[in-house]
Protein backbone atom coordinates (compact mmCIF):
# COMPACT_ATOMS: atom_id res chain seq x y z
CA UNK A 1 0.00 0.00 0.00
CA UNK A 2 1.48 3.41 -1.16
CA UNK A 3 1.99 5.47 1.87
CA UNK A 4 -0.63 7.94 2.48
CA UNK A 5 -1.30 11.08 4.80
CA UNK A 6 -4.61 11.23 4.61
CA UNK A 7 -7.69 8.99 4.87
CA UNK A 8 -10.49 9.89 2.71
CA UNK A 9 -14.14 9.91 4.13
CA UNK A 10 -16.89 7.51 1.16
CA UNK A 11 -18.24 11.17 1.15
CA UNK A 12 -17.69 14.53 2.21
CA UNK A 13 -19.39 15.85 5.74
CA UNK A 14 -22.07 18.46 5.86
CA UNK A 15 -21.59 21.73 7.72
CA UNK A 16 -24.43 22.53 10.03
CA UNK A 17 -25.35 24.04 13.55
CA UNK A 18 -25.78 22.38 16.81
CA UNK A 19 -28.58 24.56 18.43
CA UNK A 20 -29.24 22.16 21.30
CA UNK A 21 -28.15 19.08 23.06
CA UNK A 22 -30.97 17.88 24.64
CA UNK A 23 -30.02 14.43 26.51
CA UNK A 24 -26.45 12.46 25.87
CA UNK A 25 -27.40 10.69 22.84
CA UNK A 26 -29.12 13.40 20.50
CA UNK A 27 -27.77 16.82 19.14
CA UNK A 28 -30.11 18.78 17.76
CA UNK A 29 -28.62 20.59 14.63
CA UNK A 30 -29.74 22.79 11.92
CA UNK A 31 -28.86 21.90 8.21
CA UNK A 32 -29.69 23.40 5.17
CA UNK A 33 -31.45 26.25 6.49
CA UNK A 34 -33.85 22.80 8.56
CA UNK A 35 -34.11 21.29 12.55
CA UNK A 36 -33.09 18.07 12.55
CA UNK A 37 -32.03 15.65 15.06
CA UNK A 38 -28.29 13.96 14.76
CA UNK A 39 -27.12 11.35 16.90
CA UNK A 40 -24.00 12.35 19.67
CA UNK A 41 -21.39 9.57 19.79
CA UNK A 42 -20.26 10.61 22.50
CA UNK A 43 -22.21 10.15 26.00
CA UNK A 44 -20.52 12.23 28.36
CA UNK A 45 -19.28 15.59 28.36
CA UNK A 46 -17.42 17.24 25.55
CA UNK A 47 -15.23 19.64 26.70
CA UNK A 48 -16.45 22.74 28.45
CA UNK A 49 -18.82 23.20 24.90
CA UNK A 50 -22.09 24.81 25.81
CA UNK A 51 -24.73 23.38 22.61
CA UNK A 52 -25.55 26.61 21.76
CA UNK A 53 -24.66 27.62 17.78
CA UNK A 54 -21.74 25.55 17.98
CA UNK A 55 -20.61 24.50 14.44
CA UNK A 56 -20.68 21.18 13.25
CA UNK A 57 -19.53 18.22 10.86
CA UNK A 58 -21.67 15.89 10.01
CA UNK A 59 -22.18 12.44 8.14
CA UNK A 60 -25.42 11.43 6.08
CA UNK A 61 -27.50 7.69 7.15
CA UNK A 62 -29.80 6.07 4.91
CA UNK A 63 -30.96 3.77 7.32
CA UNK A 64 -34.77 3.76 7.49
CA UNK A 65 -34.24 2.27 11.38
CA UNK A 66 -32.48 4.71 12.90
CA UNK A 67 -34.32 7.58 14.52
CA UNK A 68 -32.12 10.43 13.84
CA UNK A 69 -30.41 11.15 9.53
CA UNK A 70 -27.13 12.42 10.77
CA UNK A 71 -24.23 11.57 13.10
CA UNK A 72 -21.90 14.58 14.37
CA UNK A 73 -18.39 13.99 13.63
CA UNK A 74 -16.85 17.14 14.39
CA UNK A 75 -17.53 20.44 16.18
CA UNK A 76 -15.30 23.65 16.01
CA UNK A 77 -14.97 26.42 19.05
CA UNK A 78 -14.98 29.10 15.73
CA UNK A 79 -18.50 31.42 15.28
CA UNK A 80 -21.09 29.86 12.41
CA UNK A 81 -20.10 32.98 10.53
CA UNK A 82 -16.24 32.09 10.17
CA UNK A 83 -14.77 31.19 7.16
CA UNK A 84 -12.20 29.11 8.64
CA UNK A 85 -12.72 26.93 11.26
CA UNK A 86 -10.94 24.59 12.95
CA UNK A 87 -12.38 20.93 13.22
CA UNK A 88 -12.65 18.74 16.22
CA UNK A 89 -13.12 15.15 15.58
CA UNK A 90 -15.22 14.09 18.65
CA UNK A 91 -16.80 10.01 17.43
CA UNK A 92 -14.70 8.00 19.43
CA UNK A 93 -15.65 4.61 17.61
CA UNK A 94 -14.39 6.37 14.58
CA UNK A 95 -10.85 6.44 15.59
CA UNK A 96 -9.38 3.18 15.47
CA UNK A 97 -10.24 3.18 11.92
CA UNK A 98 -8.17 6.15 11.09
CA UNK A 99 -5.37 4.48 13.45
CA UNK A 100 -5.66 1.18 11.72
CA UNK A 101 -5.04 3.21 8.28
CA UNK A 102 -2.00 4.88 9.37
CA UNK A 103 -0.77 1.76 10.80
CA UNK A 104 -1.23 -0.02 7.70
CA UNK A 105 0.58 2.63 6.26
CA UNK A 106 3.92 2.46 8.77
CA UNK A 107 3.51 6.04 9.99
CA UNK A 108 4.54 4.88 13.44
CA UNK A 109 8.08 3.59 12.83
CA UNK A 110 9.71 4.80 16.10
CA UNK A 111 6.71 3.28 18.20
CA UNK A 112 6.19 -0.09 16.15
CA UNK A 113 9.13 -1.62 13.86
CA UNK A 114 8.57 -3.77 10.78
CA UNK A 115 5.66 -3.80 8.63
CA UNK A 116 4.00 -7.29 10.41
CA UNK A 117 0.05 -7.31 9.52
CA UNK A 118 -2.14 -5.30 11.41
CA UNK A 119 -4.82 -7.50 13.10
CA UNK A 120 -7.73 -5.68 15.07
CA UNK A 121 -10.00 -6.57 17.65
CA UNK A 122 -7.41 -9.19 19.60
CA UNK A 123 -8.35 -11.15 22.76
CA UNK A 124 -5.63 -10.55 25.21
CA UNK A 125 -6.96 -12.45 29.19
CA UNK A 126 -10.02 -10.94 29.90
CA UNK A 127 -9.69 -7.99 27.76
CA UNK A 128 -10.10 -7.28 23.97
CA UNK A 129 -7.63 -4.93 22.58
CA UNK A 130 -8.30 -2.49 19.65
CA UNK A 131 -4.89 -3.80 17.48
CA UNK A 132 -2.09 -6.30 17.89
CA UNK A 133 1.15 -5.95 15.26
CA UNK A 134 3.24 -8.73 15.34
CA UNK A 135 3.98 -9.08 19.11
CA UNK A 136 3.06 -5.68 20.02
CA UNK A 137 -0.51 -4.91 21.30
CA UNK A 138 -2.16 -1.45 20.70
CA UNK A 139 -5.03 0.14 22.46
CA UNK A 140 -6.78 3.26 21.15
CA UNK A 141 -7.80 6.04 23.68
CA UNK A 142 -9.83 8.84 22.38
CA UNK A 143 -10.66 11.73 25.40
CA UNK A 144 -12.91 14.39 24.70
CA UNK A 145 -13.81 15.48 28.02
CA UNK A 146 -10.42 17.34 27.88
CA UNK A 147 -10.88 19.13 25.11
CA UNK A 148 -9.90 22.71 25.48
CA UNK A 149 -12.15 24.91 23.80
CA UNK A 150 -15.29 25.86 24.62
CA UNK A 151 -17.55 28.31 26.96
CA UNK A 152 -17.75 27.38 30.71
CA UNK A 153 -21.27 26.29 31.67
CA UNK A 154 -23.65 23.78 32.51
CA UNK A 155 -21.66 20.32 31.20
CA UNK A 156 -23.12 16.82 30.64
CA UNK A 157 -22.20 14.60 33.34
CA UNK A 158 -19.41 12.37 32.06
CA UNK A 159 -19.98 8.51 31.41
CA UNK A 160 -17.19 6.75 31.55
CA UNK A 161 -15.88 2.65 31.89
CA UNK A 162 -13.47 3.14 34.52
CA UNK A 163 -13.57 -0.71 35.12
CA UNK A 164 -12.36 -1.14 31.60
CA UNK A 165 -9.90 1.15 31.54
CA UNK A 166 -8.34 -0.30 34.36
CA UNK A 167 -8.59 -3.53 33.10
CA UNK A 168 -6.63 -3.32 29.67
CA UNK A 169 -4.09 -1.08 31.67
CA UNK A 170 -3.55 -4.31 33.68
CA UNK A 171 -3.78 -6.82 30.90
CA UNK A 172 -1.38 -4.93 29.04
CA UNK A 173 0.92 -4.80 31.83
CA UNK A 174 0.81 -8.55 33.03
CA UNK A 175 1.60 -8.92 29.04
CA UNK A 176 4.53 -7.04 29.18
CA UNK A 177 5.68 -8.37 32.42
CA UNK A 178 5.37 -12.62 32.38
CA UNK A 179 5.41 -12.87 28.23
CA UNK A 180 8.09 -10.04 27.48
CA UNK A 181 6.46 -8.82 24.77
CA UNK A 182 5.30 -5.03 24.27
CA UNK A 183 2.40 -3.07 25.44
CA UNK A 184 1.17 0.38 23.89
CA UNK A 185 -1.91 2.73 25.25
CA UNK A 186 -2.11 5.25 22.29
CA UNK A 187 -3.97 8.56 22.85
CA UNK A 188 -5.57 9.62 19.59
CA UNK A 189 -6.75 13.61 19.24
CA UNK A 190 -9.12 14.16 16.09
CA UNK A 191 -7.01 17.57 16.30
CA UNK A 192 -3.62 19.26 16.92
CA UNK A 193 -3.61 18.85 20.62
CA UNK A 194 -1.10 19.49 23.22
CA UNK A 195 1.13 16.54 25.06
CA UNK A 196 -1.24 14.89 27.31
CA UNK A 197 -0.27 15.61 31.27
CA UNK A 198 -2.43 13.46 33.70
CA UNK A 199 -4.19 15.54 36.11
CA UNK A 200 -1.97 16.33 39.10
CA UNK A 201 -4.33 14.36 41.66
CA UNK A 202 -4.24 11.31 39.25
CA UNK A 203 -2.06 9.17 41.15
CA UNK A 204 -4.34 9.25 44.35
CA UNK A 205 -7.07 7.59 42.18
CA UNK A 206 -7.81 3.76 41.31
CA UNK A 207 -7.42 4.82 37.56
CA UNK A 208 -3.90 6.67 38.16
CA UNK A 209 -2.35 3.88 40.40
CA UNK A 210 -3.16 1.70 37.77
CA UNK A 211 -2.04 3.44 34.69
CA UNK A 212 1.26 4.51 37.14
CA UNK A 213 1.93 0.42 38.44
CA UNK A 214 1.47 -0.63 34.25
CA UNK A 215 3.99 2.26 32.84
CA UNK A 216 6.94 0.98 35.47
CA UNK A 217 6.05 -2.07 33.97
CA UNK A 218 7.03 -1.33 30.74
CA UNK A 219 3.64 -0.17 28.97
CA UNK A 220 4.34 2.47 26.59
CA UNK A 221 2.15 5.50 26.68
CA UNK A 222 2.20 7.42 23.01
CA UNK A 223 0.02 10.39 21.56
CA UNK A 224 -0.99 11.02 17.75
CA UNK A 225 -2.69 14.05 16.78
CA UNK A 226 -4.84 13.91 13.38
CA UNK A 227 -6.33 17.03 11.49
CA UNK A 228 -10.39 16.89 11.24
CA UNK A 229 -11.41 18.13 7.20
CA UNK A 230 -14.60 17.98 5.48
CA UNK A 231 -12.86 15.75 3.16
CA UNK A 232 -11.11 13.32 5.49
CA UNK A 233 -8.19 12.81 8.12
CA UNK A 234 -4.80 14.01 8.00
CA UNK A 235 -1.78 12.59 9.95
CA UNK A 236 -0.08 15.30 11.88
CA UNK A 237 2.20 13.78 14.37
CA UNK A 238 2.78 11.75 16.76
CA UNK A 239 5.45 11.16 20.00
CA UNK A 240 5.97 9.23 22.90
CA UNK A 241 4.46 10.64 26.41
CA UNK A 242 6.42 10.31 29.37
CA UNK A 243 3.79 10.20 32.32
CA UNK A 244 5.55 9.09 35.66
Known amino acids: MSK????????????????ARPNRFVMEIVINGKKEKAHCPVTGK????????????VSPSDNPKRKTKFTVEAISPQRPSAKRKQWIGINQGKSNNYVAFFLENNFFPKMIK??????????????????????????????????????????????????RLIKHFSDLASYV???????????????????????????????????????????????????FTKKGVYFIEYFKLNLF
Do not use: M
Request: with cysteine.
Open 114 to 163: GTDEVKREKNLRKSRIDFKVGKTFVEVKTLVNNIPFGSPGVEQSPVTSVD
Open 4 to 19: SKFYKFDGELEEGVIV
Open 177 to 227: KKENGKAIVLLCNQYKADRFQPPQNSQNTKVGRTVKRATLQGVENWQVNLK
Open 46 to 57: IGHFVFKDVPCL
